[in-house]
């Protein structure tokens, strides 16, 4: 009689791949800093590179921003024309243009009340 199968085994390997992750994960956590009570836009985090996490949180921002979204909105208007001109519904393919953009164009506009706080409301 058999104790254990092949499919308990890997379930095994796997839980215990995993367990290893999240223990390796922990120790790192223990050193991450913050930034303190004031958020930090426009550059790192001083004392820290992009390297640590307030930075690569940033500059993930940052390339989602500027890069990504009006880069994939491009694409979705030649989508969207290539399937006007094959007689194809065009309505997803604008429809997500305008979503990335509207992504793009609200980081950018919560960025700049981080930064500027409240005088650019009201005055």
Do not use: H
Not at 48 to 75: H, K, M, R, S
């Amino acid at each position: 009689m058999r104790f254990c199968s092949s499919q308990s085994i890997r379930c095994l390997i796997l839980l215990a791949g995993i367990l290893y992750m999240a223990v390796a994960q922990a120790g790192m956590v223990v050193y991450a800093q913050n930034s303190g009570s004031a958020p930090v836009l426009g550059k790192a985090v001083p004392g820290q590179n992009a390297a640590q996490p307030e930075g690569t949180v940033f500059n993930l921002v940052n390339w989602v921003g500027n890069v990504i979204a009006p880069l994939g909105a491009v694409l979705c208007v030649v989508m969207a024309v290539i399937s006007y001109t094959q007689g194809r519904g065009v309505a997803r393919w604008a429809v997500t243009a305008v979503g990335l953009l509207l992504i793009s164009g609200l980081t950018r506009l919560i960025e700049s009340w981080v930064t500027n706080g409240t005088n650019g409301i009201g005055n």
